[in-house]
């Protein structure tokens, strides 16, 4: 086996997952003791804990101006809505695009822009289905708010989901950042909202397939409206 398919299929490994997989390969030797069947059940179920929490890496589009994907997933709406109000930033209604994660998504999440992190604030709340339009108001979040060279503000949301149980954010505020940089993940099933500036129009449509890092998700400096989709 050639070492590029070697890489195509083993990736690094975030930190927060390897405590997960020494948990999830300890039971699995119990489980080969016990009854030898449910030991390949075990493994069957390591390897989806190690390729959950694997991070790849990926190649960020550098033309200034983009905005990339912070989440692998499916944009599941596309909508306006008030960014969280502990960003302090203003109540008029912005674009909202929200990104769907699965238990099969990688959950590494990766900064849209280049810019500074003008705030960061984590809320604790309900852990109900992120694909739900109210899990944005009600579920556990972490928000941030990214002032970028020209002074507009676009803001991030880390929404936990059904089984999602902790939201990792390794930056602060007044941290400086580039696009496509890692800033952190949620734990089992999740959703990134992303509220793009004012008069800023959205590059994909509902049922996307989005890439962390390296779709674009819109263009600051374009003029095209609003993209349509259709399944093919």
């Given at each position: ?208 397939t989005m890439v962390a890092g390296e779709t ?17």
């Open positions: 086996m050639s070492a590029d398919i070697i890489s195509s299929v083993v990736k690094p490994v975030h930190r927060e997952g390897w405590p997960f997989i020494g948990i999830f390969l300890a039971v699995t030797l119990v489980l080969f003791l016990v009854w030898q069947p449910l030991g390949w059940l075990g493994v069957v179920l390591s390897v989806w804990c190690y390729y959950f929490f694997r991070d790849p890496e990926r190649v960020t589009p550098l033309r200034e101006g983009l905005v990339i994907s912070p989440a692998d997933g499916i944009v599941s709406q596309i909508a306006p809505a008030v960014p969280p109000a502990e960003l302090g930033m203003a109540d008029a209604p912005l674009t909202r695009v929200s990104i769907f994660m699965n238990v099969f998504n990688c959950h590494v999440n990766r900064l849209p822009v280049s810019g500074r992190v003008a705030a960061v604030s984590y809320r604790p709340g309900k852990f109900l289905n992120a694909s739900l339009d109210k899990a944005s108001e009600d579920n556990e979040r972490n928000a941030l708010s990214v002032e970028m060279e020209d002074g507009r503000v676009l803001a991030v949301v880390q929404i936990a989901g059904l089984v999602a149980r902790r939201i990792v954010c390794d930056v602060k505020q007044g941290d400086v950042l580039e696009a496509g940089q890692r800033f952190g993940m949620i734990r089992f099933g999740s959703r990134l909202d992303v509220y793009l500036p004012e008069g800023v129009a959205p590059l994909v449509a509902e049922g996307q674009v998700l819109s263009d600051l400096a374009g003029e095209e409206g609003p993209r349509q989709g259709a399944v093919r």
